[in-house]
């Protein structure tokens, strides 16, 4: 972490550190267990949690899942009422999960780097791509719009901004009331538009500061034995409210893309439904934590491929659409619709596999050091190890 110790009769002070502490990194005078426990919290990228991957796995599953009830839901109430359910928490949970990953995020140039590459040019490629795409299944010509999320780039350009303000969330004192409060201020204010698709930015903005915020204790708690148990009853009694409210709620409001006066609602209503609907999501993201395993599992190297799972499931979904067979009277059954679910939790996890993100990492995760300007410390430090490497030789030798 450190440059090594100059060596004897060398004059020159050596370089300070390539990166001062995050948020949580202890000290030099923290006791070494809590050093280590700290790093694990901190720098996920090189101690990988299971319980994280394995979370960021089933979310990303629920997902899929659920992209491939909503051609068939409408023909089953318990299949509208189990998607209302699912969409109460699923992206929640996986937002929650990506500003508990966010927290030692800073200006710091190669971390901006990361944000450029792993988030805002996969949203340039893929925002191209699926309009691209449907022109060339269908022969339409849908127009490609960098200010228009299409489909599932959204989530994309909602945490490029989401990330970009975490400087500004560690500085608010309250930063969670804040967050709410902007959410609920969004939902009654149908002139944002769809540009970046704000309200959706915005109305979900509380659950990636609720990340930011939230400790390693906070997870421990809710896998608590106790929680796990509880857990049954909750999503039970979901299930039954999903079912019971498929005729009398919107579920667009899940969706949160609209204010109130979009959905011909009072905009009174705007503000209600986001405190109500962040209640049941959290307790549901609860329940739902409990029961992911905290041990590593046979999907736990998935968890690192949720991102190409996320993107690449799209075009499965998009294609079968396009072609029309969600129209198959067969797959509006019982029968039927387990089979799309089993099909889409399936194709989900191939796409998550490492061949898969060998393939699709120059749109994903692209280097692009050729883009970027390597800043005058970093230069420094390299010609420093370059030029200790022959002093240590000769006194090995």
Not at 111 to 123: A, C, D, E, M, S
Not at 187 to 213: C, E, K, T
Not at 360 to 389: G, S, V
Request: charged content about 20%.
């Amino acid at each position: 972490m450190f440059d090594a110790a100059s060596s004897p009769g060398q004059n020159r002070r050596p370089l300070p550190p390539a990166q001062s502490p995050a948020n949580g990194v202890p000290g030099p005078r923290t006791p070494m267990s809590a050093q280590k426990g700290a790093a694990q919290a901190d720098r996920p990228g090189k101690q990988r949690d299971a319980f994280f991957d394995n979370a960021k796995y089933l979310a990303i599953v629920l997902v899929a899942m659920g992209h491939s009830w909503e051609p068939l839901k409408g023909d089953s109430r318990i299949l509208e009422g189990l998607y209302t359910v699912v969409y109460c928490f699923h992206m929640p949970a996986f937002i929650i999960i990506s500003g508990y990953f966010s927290r030692s995020f800073d200006m710091r140039p190669d971390r901006l780097k990361r944000l450029i590459t792993g988030v805002l040019v996969p949203y340039v490629v893929f925002e191209t791509a699926y309009p691209l795409f449907k022109n060339l299944v269908t022969g339409s010509h849908e127009g490609i719009s960098l200010l228009d999320p299409w489909y599932l780039t959204w989530f994309l350009c909602a945490l490029f901004v989401w990330r970009l303000t975490t400087p500004i969330w560690k500085l608010v004192r309250h930063p969670l009331p804040v967050a709410i409060g902007i959410a609920m201020l969004a939902s009654v204010a149908p002139s944002i538009g769809d540009d970046l698709d704000l309200q959706r930015v915005l109305q979900f903005l509380p659950y990636f500061v609720l990340g930011l915020v939230l400790e390693p204790e906070h997870f421990q708690r809710v896998r608590r034995r106790a929680v796990r148990i509880a857990a049954v009853p909750v999503f039970a009694a979901a299930l039954l409210v999903g079912w019971w409210a498929v005729p009398r709620m919107n579920t667009a409001w899940f969706f949160h893309r609209d204010a109130a006066q979009d959905l011909a609602a009072p905009w009174w209503s705007g503000p209600v439904m986001v405190l109500a609907l962040m209640a049941c999501s959290l307790v549901l993201t609860a329940c739902f934590f409990a029961w992911v395993p905290g041990r590593r599992t046979w999907f736990t190297t998935l968890g690192a491929g949720t991102l190409y799972g996320y993107l690449l499931h799209g075009f499965l979904v998009k294609f079968a659409d396009y072609r029309g067979w969600f129209d198959h009277a067969s797959l509006h059954r019982p029968l039927g619709e387990i089979l799309v679910t089993v099909l889409a939790a399936a194709a989900v996890t191939l796409l998550c596999t490492r061949p898969v993100q060998h393939v699709f990492r120059f749109a994903m995760e692209p280097k692009m050091e050729w883009a970027f300007r390597q800043d005058a410390a970093t230069l420094a430090r390299e010609r420093e190890k370059k030029e200790r490497r022959p002093e240590r030789a000769s006194v090995s030798a």
